[in-house]
């Protein structure tokens, strides 16, 4: 806990003495931007590898399905199997070339087995053997080169699934940042109420011995945050006063021009108030002070 003070006073600081943005603002930009074009990368990474994978794959279809259509003629191997509903379809794409691998290992055993009856009955038939022994070649080229599409789809999905992970996260990490961004404090009270807390000071004026004319309430730089109350200004609408009768003065560089107030004079307001354009009315500062007049 007070690690997290701690941290929210060194935020404070340095939101409560900057002219324009903060530093803090500067660096969560900075880091939203990054954090956004990596995303981008990885995106369109992402998006290249769906693409290679899917010529990949409708180019192995394209040779697999030549393959089966020819084997399938052969009565007695093993039939396809039905596709099924609950596997998507790169791993369906997997299923089908393992079911032709079957259908070639049986049509392996049996050029085997017609090989051996042949050269048992036809031993002086050169030519037939010699064909037979081509044939169990090429069907075992076929088969390797099956597996070997198989292992590289495998390989290809975990890259996917790894580059969707590191999306994910990106993502949630972006949104961590731009609620970080978002947060913005506020305190009411009378003037001589918040001067005891520290969170305004009087400043400037000419320094006569009893009175000090000229002088301007400001945002105390050592002000503890915990003094403010914690608000997202992408939801916070409306901030409510606690005597809508009483008359507001706004000390920090907020502008009213960017919010709709009752009987307002410059800085000073009555009534609760609501803000019309959260972007120009937390621009200049986070930390919004309120005096009753």
């Known amino acids: 806990m007070k690690t997290r003070i701690f941290s929210l006073a060194i935020v404070a600081a340095a939101g409560l003495s900057a002219c324009g943005p903060s530093k803090e603002h500067a660096r969560a930009d900075s880091a939203t ?4 074009s990596e995303q981008t990368r990885l995106a369109t990474q992402l998006a290249a ?6 010529r990949v794959v409708l180019q192995a279809d394209e040779f697999i399905i030549h393959i089966d259509s020819s084997i399938s003629k052969v009565k007695g191997l093993p039939k396809s199997k039905s596709k099924s509903a609950t596997l998507d379809p790169l791993a369906q794409q997997i299923e089908n070339r393992r079911a032709v691998m079957a ?3 049986a049509l392996v055993a049996r050029a085997q087995q017609t090989a051996s009856q042949l050269a048992r009955a036809n031993k002086d038939n050169a030519v037939l053997r010699a064909q037979l022994a081509q044939d169990s070649t090429m069907i075992a080229d076929l088969n390797s080169t099956i597996q070997r599409q198989t292992a590289m789809m495998g390989t290809m999905s975990t890259r996917i699934d ?5 999306t994910v996260r990106l993502g949630a ?4 940042l731009e609620t970080q961004k978002a947060k913005a404090f506020y305190v009411v009270g009378s003037e001589d109420e918040l001067l005891k807390r520290g969170v305004i000071v009087r400043e400037g004026g000419a320094n006569l011995l009893i009175a000090h004319p000229g002088r301007t309430l400001q945002i105390s730089r050592t002000a503890d945050p915990a003094e403010f109350t914690e608000v997202d200004q992408r939801g916070t609408k409306v901030i409510s006063m606690p005597d809508s009768t009483a008359h507001y003065k706004v000390v920090s560089r ?8 009752t009987d307002r004079n410059r800085d ?8 019309a354009d959260a972007t120009h009315f937390w621009g200049p500062s986070r930390f919004l002070v309120i005096v009753r007049q």
């Not at 590898?49 to 899917?54: F, G, H, I, P, R």
């Not at 502008?255 to 709709?260: E, F, G, M, P, V």
């Open 173 to 176: 990490t972006i949104a961590d």
């Open 268 to 275: 000073t307001f009555r009534g609760n108030l609501q803000i």
């Open 33 to 36: 931007a990054a954090a956004a």
């Open 49 to 54: 590898q769906k693409d290679s994978l899917t």
């Open 103 to 105: 259908r070639v290992d």
């Open 162 to 166: 790894s580059l969707t992970g590191e």
């Open 254 to 261: 907020q502008s009213l021009d960017y919010a709709t107030v």
